[in-house]
Nanobody, 115 residues
Framework: QVQLVESGGGLVQAGESLRLSCAAS????????MGWYRQSPGKQRELVAK???????NYADSVKGRFTISRDNAKNTVYLQMNSLQPEDTAVYYC?????????WGKGTLVTVSS
């Protein structure tokens, strides 16, 4: 059974940083586009960042310049470095794996940013 396990969420103050990790198992990690999504109460899930199999990265406009996505194919892990966090970044952050045929989701990790 495929597993995506997120970690690294927590409560921080505005301006601080967090690093999220997503460890994948039972998928051919290097063949998957890996992404981070987030969902705030009352809002739809939105793409935060994604990284392709070749390492190309895309970011939501709201996080450009503050967040960095990276992947370590040897560790089957994708990361999201989040700097200069703001209260509007508060959400449950979900890891996503997509190989163009199937996609998988993690259960999410909560990030709370206080003002």
């Amino acid at each position: 059974q495929v597993q995506l396990v997120e970690s690294g969420g927590g409560l921080v103050q505005a301006g601080e940083s967090l690093r999220l990790s997503c460890a994948a198992s039972r998928i051919i990690f290097r063949r998957n586009v890996m992404g981070w999504y987030r969902q705030s109460p009352g809002k739809q899930r939105e793409l935060v960042a994604k990284i392709t199999t070749s390492g190309s990265m895309n970011y939501a406009d709201s996080v450009k310049g503050r967040f960095t996505i990276s992947r370590d194919n040897a560790k089957n892990t994708v990361y999201l470095q989040m700097n200069s966090l703001q209260p509007e970044d508060t959400a449950v952050y979900y890891c996503n794996a997509n190989d163009a045929y199937t996609e998988y989701w993690g259960k999410g990790t909560l990030v709370t940013v206080s003002s």
